[in-house]
């Protein structure tokens, strides 16, 4: 059985073909530029691998030309989408609309795109998306998946906003957190390699990436994570600012004479490690400034470490106890440095390094101490094998 896994942006198409016999990723790529030219990346699990330039108008072009890709030319993997079972595609804010993966409807599309307002940059273009395929493969299952799904178990207590309540009533203002199908691949492979079952488990998980959050998740369920309305709260970030007071934000913005579109762009996309170092928003290029003795870089670097670990520290107080902490996403993966900088310091926790285990990059591997109360893992997050999975599951019903 075969899965198209689709991740649409507003000006991008990323694709994954994934064989669920082994899971294996037969061919990918991305449709970007669209609205703004058109640019095709094709790579096949064969070696086949190429780019060209072509005309995208509309998320509807690019999903044609995606079809052709894969279907006739060197970069061909199926001798026709006929081959294909179901689409399964990324949706990042389900809201309060969507606790759990869907199959599509023009309903669900149409809820979707409603639920622009919430997630401006993402849930337009998936529907576009969405509506494109069901025009070029009007009889394969589509399924959606959303970012915003597994935080749905978070209590009220802990989404609500200090804001008066009608205003969580009108206009839905409250916590969402988001890269929920990352927490839930890797809370779900922790108590696999743990030979656990997550039931009975207390994990904080840590997605590190240019976007990055961490949830507390108990009995298998988040119940609390630190992004919040939008992916902007939180730990600092590649170009975000994360968690600030937001009398801050008004008192800047009238300083810099900023509207709210420059606001928002200033804590979006010019701050963060970005902001504080004045180098780099990349972990890789703040490490290597810190180490070649940068102050503003090893800052940079130390404000992140210091929010992880007192989110770790906060969540195991939600929970009343850790089990087990899981690293993942770019930084989370490949940054030894960064890791054990969280890690140091907590043994009041429970928590005990092995900094030997710990000097690796980009494997699922276990990095406390054997005696270590509280077992610390990295285990690489594939967001669209758990899409595909779900999309299967979903038409397997
Ligand atoms: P996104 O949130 O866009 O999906 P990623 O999960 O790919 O991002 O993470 C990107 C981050 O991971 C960047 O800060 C990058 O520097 C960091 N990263 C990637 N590889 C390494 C590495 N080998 N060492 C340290 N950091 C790395």
């Keep these: 059985m075969i899965i198209l896994v689709v991740n649409a942006g507003s000006s991008s198409l990323k694709y ?67 081959e294909i079972s179901a689409v399964g ?10 606790t759990k993966t869907m199959l599509v409807t023009d309903e669900v599309i149409e809820k979707i795109d409603e639920l622009r307002e919430l997630a401006p940059v993402h849930n337009h273009g998936h529907a576009l998306a969405l509506w494109a395929c069901r025009k070029i493969l009007p009889d394969v299952p589509q399924v959606a998946v959303f970012d915003t799904a597994f935080h749905q178990t978070i209590p009220q207590k802990a989404f609500m906003y200090g804001f008066p309540y009608e205003d969580y009533a009108q206009y839905h203002v409250r916590k969402y957190g988001f890269h929920g199908t990352s927490h839930r691949f890797v809370t779900a492979k922790l108590a696999e390699v743990m030979g656990k079952d997550l039931k009975d488990l207390k994990v904080v998980s840590c997605h590190l990436g240019n976007g990055s959050s961490i949830t507390a998740v108990q009995n298998g369920c988040s119940v609390d994570t630190t992004m919040g309305f939008t992916p902007l709260d939180g730990v600092l970030m590649g170009t975000r600012c994360g968690a600030v007071d937001p009398s801050a934000v008004t008192y800047v913005a009238g300083k810099h004479g900023f509207n709210v579109a420059e606001m928002d ?38 404000m992140l470490v210091y929010d992880i670990k007192k989110d770790i520290g906060a969540y195991a107080a939600v929970m009343n106890g850790l089990d087990a902490v899981i690293f993942t996403g ?33 494997q699922l591997r276990k990095i406390s101490t054997p005696d270590s109360k509280v077992e610390v893992w990295v285990i690489p997050t594939n967001e669209e094998l758990l899409i595909a999975r779900d999309t299967l599951a979903m038409i397997q019903k």
């Design 16 to 82: 994954q073909l994934i064989d669920m016999k082994d899971e294996s990723v037969i061919a990918k790529g991305n449709c970007d530029r669209i609205g703004i030219g058109g640019h095709l990346s094709h790579k096949t699990a064969s070696g086949v691998q190429f780019e060209e330039d072509c005309p995208f108008p509309t998320h509807a072009e690019a999903f044609e030309r995606l079809v052709k890709v894969l279907t006739t030319g060197e970069g061909a993997v199926i001798s026709s989408m006929n």
């Design 265 to 302: 762009s200033y804590m979006n996309k010019q701050s963060g490690l970005l902001g504080i170092s004045g180098k780099s928003s990349d972990f890789r290029d703040i490490t290597a400034a810190s180490e070649s003795g940068d102050a503003r870089a090893t800052l940079a670097k130390d």
């Design 330 to 362: 770019g930084i989370g993966e490949n940054a030894p440095n960064c890791r054990e900088e969280v890690c140091t310091g907590m043994e009041y926790l429970g928590i005990q390094i092995d900094r030997q285990a710990n000097d690796f990059k980009g």
């Design 89 to 98: 595609h990324r949706v990042v804010q389900g809201a309060e609309v969507f």
